[in-house]
């Protein structure tokens, strides 16, 4: 019996190119920007790498196998409510979360003072407590100007 039995990694990233006229949301908060996410969705990146990751964790694919850009279906679909139905696999399957760390690299705006509001409601959204959820910003260093990236890893517990 050890401590790390029943753990598993979970990884995730994702990216939208940034473009004039569109939101820009992240981790379900709507940052004021100049430029949005193009998507077909609502193209909130963070949440679609969170989403990526609690799949991985269970070796279950990415979002694309359950919401394919393809099925009109899922045009401008709230990536709260696909994070919502990952964690419920999850669950479904007899795995907790435990925590969250994410990065969202993006030259601007600037993140830092909205780390909060996006901290905490993505920790509501997960069922986590807030000090389950880290969040960095990075920016490109002006290498990637035109694009907004994420990473996720999540800790999972399979009883
Ligand atoms: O990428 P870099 O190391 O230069 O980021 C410096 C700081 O800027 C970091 O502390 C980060 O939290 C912050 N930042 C931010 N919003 C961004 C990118 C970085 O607040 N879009
Ligand atoms: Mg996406």
Same mark, same amino acid.
């Given at each position: 019996?050890?401590?790390?039995?029943?753990l598993r990694i979970g990884?995730? =990233?994702?990216?939208?190119?940034?473009?004039?006229? #569109? #939101?820009?949301?992240?981790?379900g908060v709507e940052v004021p920007s100049l430029r949005g996410a193009a998507a077909h969705s609502d193209g909130d990146a963070l949440l679609h790498a969170l989403a990526d990751a609690l799949?991985?964790?269970?070796?279950?694919?990415?979002?694309?196998?359950?919401?394919?850009? !393809?099925?009109?279906?899922? #045009?401008d679909m709230d990536s709260r409510e696909i994070v919502t139905r990952c964690l419920g696999t999850l669950h479904s399957r007899e795995a907790e979360l435990?925590?969250?760390?994410?990065?969202?690299?993006?030259?601007?705006p600037k993140l830092g003072p909205y780390r909060t509001d996006i901290a905490s409601n993505v920790a509501a959204l997960l069922?986590? !407590?807030? =000090?389950?959820?880290?969040?960095?910003?990075?920016? !490109? =260093?002006g290498l990637a100007p035109n694009h907004v990236q994420a990473r996720a890893t999540v800790l999972v517990r399979v009883r």
């Open positions: 019996m050890s401590v790390l039995d029943g990884f995730g =990233e994702d990216a939208h190119a940034l473009v004039p006229d #569109r #939101r820009l949301m992240l981790g799949l991985s964790s269970l070796a279950l694919g990415d979002i694309g196998v359950y919401y394919p850009p !393809s099925n009109p279906a899922y #045009r435990i925590n969250a760390a994410l990065v969202v690299t993006l030259d601007t069922t986590l !407590s807030p =000090e389950c959820v880290g969040l960095g910003f990075k920016t !490109s =260093e």
